[in-house]
């Protein structure tokens, strides 16, 4: 069984296409690839932690239809666009639904890593002292989710070594990932200080 993550995926929310700049033509369409990319990667028997935002769709069985074509089991944390909770029979086939959660998760090499989870972006997260790893959601690929790089910055300049990750869908390609992935991908902000430095070399070779 592998863990993945992801978080604001907001099946059913035509909005969020135009908040995102998404690459979907409609909601349908954005629904459609989300399942089809989703179920490329996991598989039944995989754990699927969704950080909140999960599905907009509240009437009838809408939500129910979608969950039922995602692979693996789904424990959601939730966030503050999940109407389609108040739906029992959706509610019930969710793996579990938290407001919160502190778990370990086990890297391909056998490395155990605890992980803080929340919809939220949280600064000073529990275990942040102690190599403790937090993810999140909810400010998607916004001014928001770049003052939060700039706070992670301004902490780790004052001696602290924060670990966070935004696991929001339209950063990870649409798609769930591993802590693995996450773990292996270029830090947010040394490509923002790396785009810098090279902004910076190129004024002063216009100066010269």
């Given at each position: 069984m592998?863990?993945f993550?992801?978080?604001?995926?907001?099946?059913?929310?035509?909005?969020?296409l135009?908040f995102?700049?998404?690459?979907f033509?409609?909601?349908?369409?954005m629904?459609e690839?989300l399942i089809r990319?989703?179920?490329n990667k996991v598989?039944k028997?995989?754990?699927v932690?969704v950080?909140?935002?999960?599905i907009w769709k509240a009437?009838?069985?809408e939500a129910?239809n979608?969950i039922?074509?995602?692979?693996?089991?789904?424990?959601?944390?939730k966030?503050?666009?999940?109407?389609?909770?108040?739906n029992?029979g959706?509610k019930?086939?969710?793996?579990?639904l938290?407001?919160?959660?502190?778990i370990?998760v086990?890297?391909s090499?056998?490395t155990v890593?605890?992980?803080?989870?929340s919809?939220?972006?949280m600064?000073?997260y529990?275990?942040?002292r102690?190599?403790a790893?937090?993810?999140?959601?909810?400010?998607?690929n916004?001014?928001?989710?770049?003052l939060?790089?700039?706070?992670i910055q301004a902490?780790?300049?004052?001696g602290?070594e924060?670990?966070?990750?935004?696991?929001?869908?339209m950063?990870?390609n649409?798609e769930?990932v591993?802590?693995?992935?996450?773990?292996?991908?270029?830090?947010?902000?040394?490509l923002m200080?790396e785009a810098?430095a090279?902004?910076a070399d190129a004024?002063e070779?216009q100066?010269e």
């Amino acid at each position: 069984m592998r863990t993945f993550f992801t978080s604001d995926l907001h099946f059913g929310h035509e909005n969020v296409l135009k908040f995102d700049n998404r690459p979907f033509a409609s909601v349908d369409e954005m629904d459609e690839e989300l399942i089809r990319r989703w179920n490329n990667k996991v598989e039944k028997g995989d754990l699927v932690y969704v950080l909140g935002d999960f599905i907009w769709k509240a009437a009838n069985n809408e939500a129910v239809n979608i969950i039922k074509r995602l692979n693996g089991q789904i424990i959601l944390i939730k966030g503050n666009h999940d109407r389609f909770i108040k739906n029992a029979g959706a509610k019930k086939m969710l793996a579990g639904l938290k407001d919160y959660d502190d778990i370990c998760v086990a890297l391909s090499d056998g490395t155990v890593r605890r992980c803080i989870l929340s919809h939220y972006f949280m600064p000073f997260y529990n275990g942040h002292r102690n190599n403790a790893i937090h993810l999140h959601g909810h400010s998607h690929n916004t001014e928001e989710h770049y003052l939060e790089l700039g706070i992670i910055q301004a902490i780790r300049n004052n001696g602290y070594e924060p670990q966070i990750y935004n696991v929001g869908c339209m950063l990870w390609n649409y798609e769930p990932v591993t802590l693995d992935e996450i773990l292996s991908s270029k830090d947010e902000i040394q490509l923002m200080e790396e785009a810098q430095a090279q902004a910076a070399d190129a004024a002063e070779e216009q100066q010269e």
